[in-house]
C-alpha cells in the first residue's frame, strides 16, 4: 500500500498560476474501515489514518491524500486533516472525507418548494460541487419544506434522509450519491471466512415519522410558524407510523421515532417508512469477514452466508480493510433477513462424462444464473479447451438441494505441439481493427 | 564469495540459504472448508559464515562497519543456483570472536551474519495469483474448423504457411 500526497507548490495571484507538488509514499499500521448510514439518520464521516515512511517534509497545505493498493487501485481520496512526525523517517496523517469539512459550512434557512436534489445538493457542495455526482435516479426528485439554518453537512443529512440515498465516497476519487436500493451483490460461500458472528437486538414494534407541511399566511398566537426572507409559513404536522409485522406480540413496545427533520412532508413519508423498515424491522446483525477486492463498500445490499446452513440479505454499515497481496473485510451487516440454504451441484460433462464439477450454497427461492467456465485439461500429453454449449447453469434453488447437468465439447485439441481447431464461436472484431478466435480470451 | 553495495568479498565461506514463502495476515480458512492463503511472495535469507579469518585486518574492520551500518538494507550479490541473486536486505545478528595466539598475535575469528531480504524475490501479480498459470493460447486471426498451429520459440504459428507472389511466407 502506498499514498499519493498532492500539494500546491506554489500560486501566482496575478497570474492564477498553479504549480502542485506531490509525491508516492510507502506506508504502514493503515487504518481504513469506511461507513455508511442507510437509515439517513446521520452522515458518517470517513477517514483512514496511516504511518508515512519518508525523511522528507510533508507541507500542512496538503490537497489530497489518495490511498492505493499495490496494484494502483484507488480505494479512497480525501484531504488530509491532520499531519504529526512520530520519528525521523516517519509521519501519522489522517486523512478525511470531504464531508468533515461541510461540518464547518453555514447554511442559511431555506424554504424548499420543488427544488431538484440535485441543485439541492450542489447548494450544499458550493465552489467545491465539482467533487459530488447524484445519481441520476434522485437527481430530479424535488424537495419540499424548510430548513432552518443549519451546516451543509446537516442539510445534506436531511435532504439524503427525505429522498432515500447515501454517499459513497470510497474506491474512486470523488463522492456519488445513490439511492438505497434493493440490487443485491452475492459474497460467494467459498470467499467467506469462518466464523460470522450473529446478534440479535431487540426487536423494533413500531416506526414513527412526522411529515411537516408548511402554508404562507399571517399565523394566530396558537400557531407554529416559521420566517423565511420575510414571509411567514404556519406549520402543521402530521405523525405517520408503521407497525412492525415480524414483531412477535408479546415483544415489549419499542418506538423508533423520526421527527424534527423537517423536509420530511406527506408526499415522502410513506417512502421513508418503508425503506426505515427495512432496515429496522429485521434485528439481526451479522458480522462476517470475506474476500473483498473492491466488490463490496459500505451501503450495498449483500447476500452472504452463515453457519448452520443460512444465509443472509443485509445492508454493510462497515467494511473495516486488512490488506495483504489481496484485501480481506470485515463486514458488518444490518438489517439482516435470514434464509435457509440448500447445496447446487453443476457437473460439467463430456460425453456423457463428468469432467468437472463445482459446489455451491444458495438461499431456497434463489433464482441463480452462473457462467460456465471453459475448462482448460490435460491429459496423457492432450491439452484441451471445453467450451459449454450453455453459457450459464440457471434455475431456482430448492429446498433440499439440487444438480444441474452442462454439457461441453471439445474447443481446442494441443497434442505433440499442434493446436487443432474443433469448434469455435466464430470471429469477433478488435478495437485495434484485428480479429480474434471467439473462444479464446 | 558475496558482494555488499558492490564491494566483493572472495572470502572462504560458507553460505546457507532458506526460502520462506511468506502469507499475509489476511489467510485463513474459509467456509467451504478450504483454506484461503494469500502469498506474499517467496523471500530468501542467507546465513554467511567465514570460514577463515580475514587475513587482512583493515578489509576486515571494512566489512564489519559495512555491516553493522545502521541503514535499512544493503545491496548484496549472492550465489543463487547456478547463477547470483542480487537483492536488498537487512544484516542481522553479526557476530564474530576476538582470538589471541600464545604467540600474541590477535584477530577476529568466525564472522557469521544472517541477511534477510526486504522483499520478495519470486511474487505473483493478484491476476496471476487467481490463474492458475496455465500458458497462453495463441490470438489467431480469421480461424476455421481444422486448422492447426504449432507452438514454436517466435510463439504460434500456422501448420500451413504457403507463399504470397513475392516468396514471403504466411
Known amino acids: 500500500m502506498f499514498i499519493e500526497i498532492d500539494w500546491i507548490e506554489s500560486y501566482d495571484p496575478v497570474t492564477g498560476e498553479v504549480v502542485m507538488g506531490g509525491g508516492e509514499y510507502p506506508i504502514k499500521n493503515l487504518q481504513f474501515a469506511p461507513q455508511a448510514d442507510l437509515t439517513g439518520e446521520t452522515l458518517p464521516v470517513n477517514e483512514y489514518s496511516c504511518e508515512v515512511i519518508t525523511t522528507d517534509d510533508i507541507p500542512i497545505d496538503t490537497l489530497y491524500c489518495l490511498l492505493y493498493d499495490g496494484r494502483r487501485q484507488l480505494w479512497a481520496s480525501w484531504p488530509m486533516r491532520k499531519v504529526e512526525r512520530i520519528s525521523d523517517s516517519s509521519f501519522r496523517i489522517t486523512a478525511t472525507s470531504w464531508l468533515y469539512w461541510l461540518g464547518f459550512q453555514p447554511m442559511d434557512a431555506k424554504m424548499y418548494d420543488g427544488e431538484t436534489v440535485g441543485a439541492a445538493i450542489a447548494e450544499c457542495f458550493g465552489s467545491r460541487a465539482y467533487l459530488v455526482q447524484v445519481g441520476p435516479g434522485i437527481t430530479f426528485q424535488t424537495l419540499s419544506g424548510y430548513a432552518p439554518a443549519q451546516s451543509a453537512r446537516d442539510r445534506l443529512t436531511w435532504i439524503l434522509f427525505a429522498v432515500g440515498a447515501y454517499i459513497v465516497d470510497v474506491f474512486r476519487d470523488d463522492m456519488y450519491i445513490r439511492p438505497v436500493d434493493n440490487t443485491q451483490a452475492e459474497i460467494p460461500f467459498g470467499r467467506t471466512f469462518m466464523r460470522p458472528a450473529i446478534t440479535e437486538n431487540d426487536w423494533v414494534t413500531e416506526l414513527r415519522v412526522t411529515a411537516y407541511t408548511y402554508t404562507a399566511g399571517t399565523p394566530l398566537d396558537t400557531d407554529t410558524y416559521v420566517t423565511v426572507d420575510g414571509v411567514d409559513y404556519i406549520v402543521t404536522e402530521q405523525v405517520i407510523s408503521l407497525s412492525n409485522p415480524l414483531a412477535p406480540a408479546d415483544a415489549p413496545e419499542n418506538v423508533k421515532e423520526y421527527k424534527d427533520i423537517n423536509l420530511v412532508n406527506s408526499n415522502n413519508a410513506n417512502a421513508i417508512l418503508n ?167 | 564469495m558475496f558482494t555488499i553495495d558492490g564491494v566483493q568479498y572472495n572470502v572462504e565461506c560458507s553460505i546457507e540459504r532458506t526460502a520462506e514463502i511468506k502469507l499475509s495476515d489476511i489467510s485463513g480458512m474459509l467456509m467451504d472448508g478450504h483454506i484461503f492463503n494469500d502469498v506474499l511472495g517467496t523471500y530468501y535469507s542467507y546465513e554467511v559464515r567465514l570460514t577463515m579469518p580475514l587475513r587482512n585486518k583493515g578489509r576486515y574492520g571494512n566489512l564489519i562497519e559495512q555491516l553493522t551500518e545502521p541503514v535499512e538494507g544493503h545491496t548484496f550479490v549472492l550465489p543463487y543456483n547456478n547463477d547470483a541473486l542480487q537483492l536488498t536486505g537487512i544484516v542481522e545478528a553479526p557476530e564474530d570472536v576476538w582470538k589471541k595466539l600464545p604467540s600474541g598475535y590477535t584477530y577476529w575469528d568466525g564472522l557469521r551474519f544472517t541477511i534477510n531480504a526486504n522483499g520478495p524475490t519470486k511474487a505473483l501479480t493478484l491476476a496471476e495469483a487467481i490463474s492458475r498459470g496455465l500458458t497462453p493460447l495463441p490470438d489467431v486471426y480469421d480461424p476455421q474448423i481444422g486448422d492447426t498451429y504449432t507452438f514454436t520459440v517466435d510463439g504460434w504459428e500456422a501448420a500451413s504457411s504457403y507463399p504470397d507472389a513475392d516468396t514471403t511466407a504466411y
Not at chain 1, 429496522?280 to 446483525?285: A, I, P
Not at chain 1, 463498500?297 to 497481496?325: E, H, K, M, S, W
Not at chain 1, 439482516?336 to 456423457?352: H, I, K, M, R
Request: hydrophobic fraction near 35%.
Open chain 1, 275 to 441: 425503506r426505515l423498515s427495512a432496515y429496522w424491522f429485521n434485528r439481526t446483525e451479522v458480522s462476517l469477514d470475506c474476500i473483498n477486492n473492491k466488490q463490496y463498500r459500505p451501503g450495498d445490499l449483500v447476500l452472504g452466508y452463515v453457519p448452520d446452513d443460512l444465509a443472509v440479505v443485509g445492508y454493510i454499515q462497515q467494511a473495516t480493510f486488512a490488506f495483504g497481496l489481496q484485501a480481506r473485510s470485515r463486514l458488518q451487516l444490518i438489517g439482516c433477513d435470514l434464509q435457509p440454504t440448500a447445496p447446487l451441484t453443476v457437473n460439467y460433462l463430456y460425453n456423457n462424462k463428468r469432467i468437472g464439477r463445482e459446489k455451491y450454497m444458495f438461499p431456497v427461492g434463489y433464482v441463480f444464473s452462473i457462467e460456465n467456465p471453459y475448462l482448460d485439461q490435460t491429459k496423457k500429453a492432450r491439452r484441451r479447451i471445453y467450451r459449454p454449449t450453455t453459457p450459464n447453469a440457471e434455475g431456482t434453488m430448492v429446498d433440499g438441494g439440487m444438480t444441474v447437468n452442462v454439457n461441453y465439447e471439445i474447443a481446442l485439441e494441443l497434442y505433440q505441439g499442434i493446436l487443432h481447431i474443433i469448434s469455435v464461436d466464430g470471429v469477433t472484431e478488435q478495437s485495434s481493427g484485428g480479429e480474434q478466435i471467439g473462444v479464446i480470451e
